[in-house]
């Protein structure tokens, strides 16, 4: 079995910096929106963590004296956010407009890739919180110029730092980007996967567009 070093390709002695350079690049290639596979990108993710703990482990004390935690209430808390897969919505005959849509999705017993909820941590946008729990969601361009990472936003607010794309009537209806969208209220509803939604299938980059870009020279 590869040891979590040579499936991030890069050498145990690297350093963390490096390491966190090379899970960038694998990541990417291990997307399926980026000729991966899910299971690739858990792999990936499970070597990334697998490599950073070795490290913690293998980091040697400096100081005997241990600094008491500080509170957690200190700091800041991150949002809670229920997600939803726009994909199931046909086979259950949803529609995002549904007034009680996440309770009938709480109630229909979903795979976890397609409903749940996770804690979007401070300094993660939604869709690096998804990525870190191990989530493919759908991206391209991560730059605020496409709609391929795009989520309806049912309940809770969510700021994108970056968008050239989204026009405003569908900002009005509540269609947000995750690549950098960072969540401004503690508890927030999205509906995920929502890039063949009316309106924003002309707004989408192909999933590889330097690669087929070099395909067609
Ligand atoms: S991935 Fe293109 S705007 Fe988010």
Redo the contacts with the bound molecule.
Sequence with gaps: MASPFEVLDIDPDASEADLRRAYRERIIEAHPDHGGSTAEFQRVRAAYEAAKAGRELEAPPEQEEIEEEPEPDDGPEGAHVEYLNYAVLDDHGWDVGDSDLFGKAGDADLDPVNHGKFVVEPGESL?EAAENRGFAW?????????????VAVVEGELEMP????LPPEMKAHGIR?????IPLTDEMKVIYNIKHLPGLDELR?PPRPFEQAHASD
């Design positions: 869709l759908p991206y391209a361009c991560r730059g605020g110029a496409c709609a391929n990472c795009a970056a968008d050239t794309i980007l995750s690549c950098n969208g980059l």
